[in-house]
């Protein structure tokens, strides 16, 4: 068990670029979610999966977002057109199904747009 | 809708000293109750849960009981130690996506 990794840890762009985060879950983990948080506050919920299927999305999350896990393991996060309210540290978490289920969390992507 | 409110903060402790972190919380249904920890440079970890009434998660010597009474999840520790120096979420569970609803933390310094 290597835990949730996170690529890459940082990343600066300028505002209107696109930029794809990835996500690589534990490995017997079907659940994969996505939260945002910025400075100060706790973790919002942005989406999460359950193997390839996207299940849930928050309304945080604009057209501008959008997320995949296409065979059920490892999850990217793409941001269109950055803006400069974007900035955050985006964290994946993962888990198995069910209530009450501990999801671990990947160390982040710190994305500041300028 | 779900929310989790933490106790304003930063908390500046002496080592050693009584360590409690309120929490409490709204929420449809019957949630799971979490605390996770933030430590200097790295990423959140669980600290201790709860997923029904009157359960007490324990972990480092931290504990937490499960309050439905009172929607509360208190944290407690009886001696802090200087590596106890972190941030620390309260955060709730709820439904089948299980999707977590945080607070906003609060960061403990703990001085020798």
């Known amino acids: 068990d290597t835990g949730v990794s996170q690529d890459p840890r940082h990343k600066i762009t300028k505002r209107g670029q696109n930029v794809t985060f990835r996500c690589d879950p534990i490995s017997e983990h079907n659940r994969l979610y996505w939260y945002r948080q910025t400075l100060g506050q706790g973790p919002e919920f942005l989406t999460y999966f359950q193997n390839e299927a996207q299940l849930e999305k928050s309304r945080l999350l604009s057209d501008r977002f959008s997320a995949e896990r296409p065979k059920g393991s490892f999850s990217t996060l793409e941001i269109q057109r950055t803006e400069q309210g974007d900035s955050a540290m985006y964290l994946c978490a993962s888990s198995l199904a069910g209530g009450g289920e501990t999801q671990y969390f990947g160390p982040g992507t710190r994305l500041l747009v300028l | 809708g779900n929310s989790v409110t933490q106790m304003e903060g930063p908390v500046t402790l002496s080592e050693e000293a009584f360590l409690t972190i309120n929490c409490t919380y709204t929420a449809t249904g019957y949630p799971s109750l979490f605390w996770y920890v933030q430590y200097p440079g790295e990423g959140l970890q669980l600290l201790l849960k709860?997923?029904?009434?009157?359960d007490k998660g324990s972990n480092k010597g931290f504990e937490a009981t499960y309050r439905k009474e009172t929607t509360s999840f208190h944290l407690e520790k009886g001696s802090v130690q200087v590596s106890d120096s972190a941030v620390y979420f309260c955060?709730?569970?709820?439904?089948?996506?299980?999707?977590?609803?945080f607070g906003k933390g609060i960061t403990l310094s703990v001085r020798p």
């Open positions: 709860a997923t029904k009434a009157d």
């Open positions: 955060a709730l569970g709820t439904g089948a996506n299980s999707k977590l609803t």
